[in-house]
């Protein structure tokens, strides 16, 4: 199966959702997974982008999966948002087996996803294209002829209003909800990708590199705010990062990838000293440039 018939058949499924038994929870935590990727292989063409790779996110928690250039992080990222299906292994939610699913299932079944580049109806405000993503969930119907109407006349429920407004405090946006998302900083911008995660009612929102282009400070503002998240929401939040600093600070448990091998997984002090993570880390450039450690 070549890579674009894998992501097609990725994209157009039967939709089924089979319900298994659970095993008991190897995450580290002792609480029961919300996601869990077993024993997950993926190859292109000659090349395995992922051996045999087992990992799990519990409810309201931070996971974070990091490793140099190439390792399979993107990959293993697309196998749980559905993109890619593997070759081998399973991706269950709460216990169900979603691997056949496709993206859309599994977004409506409470997989939430960010991307590196928030995309925005630029001409629309912040707090407008929260609500828009609120309506994709909760009020399809409404979503074409609302971006037809004028913004007057487009009537909002109370339970809209107050999804969006407690949105909006929680990733902290409060004082920019009626600027023009046009010309937002990108520390703002990733905000307003949360927002829009956050009122979709998501169990698991996975992060792609949500650090990637923010400063210092924006980078712990913005984590300070996915500590709260996962904490006030009970959110499994799942972090592929290139910023190893950032990920040993905020997650609970970091699994750790190289050449599509799992080479650790554990809590962060014990990555911070894992040889293993070192070596790989030391072999690439990667390391050398940022100081991960
Ligand atoms: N669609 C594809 N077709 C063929 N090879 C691919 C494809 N996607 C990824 N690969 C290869 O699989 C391996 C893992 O790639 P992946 O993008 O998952 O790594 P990564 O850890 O996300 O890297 P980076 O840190 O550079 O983003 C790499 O060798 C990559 O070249
Ligand atoms: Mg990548």
Redesign the pocket.
Known sequence: MT?TDREKSAASDGDSVTAIPHSTPDNGSGRQDLISAQNVTVR??G?V?LSDISISVPRGSIVGLV?P???????LFNVISGLVRPDAGQILLEGADITDSSVQTRARLGIGRTFQRPEMFVSLTVRENITLAYRMRHARSRLWRDLLLPARSRAAGAEEERAVSEAITLVGLKSVEHARAAGLPLGHARRVEMARAIVMAPKAILLDEPSSGLDPTETAQFSRMLTMLSGERDIGLLLVE?NVGMVLDLCQRIHV?DF?VGIAAGPPEEIRHSEAVHAAYFGHAEAAEGGAF
Request: hydrophobic content about 40%.
């Open positions: 890579v292109f063409g090349l982008a490793g250039n190439g390792a399979g992080k993107s990959t290139h990838l599509g």
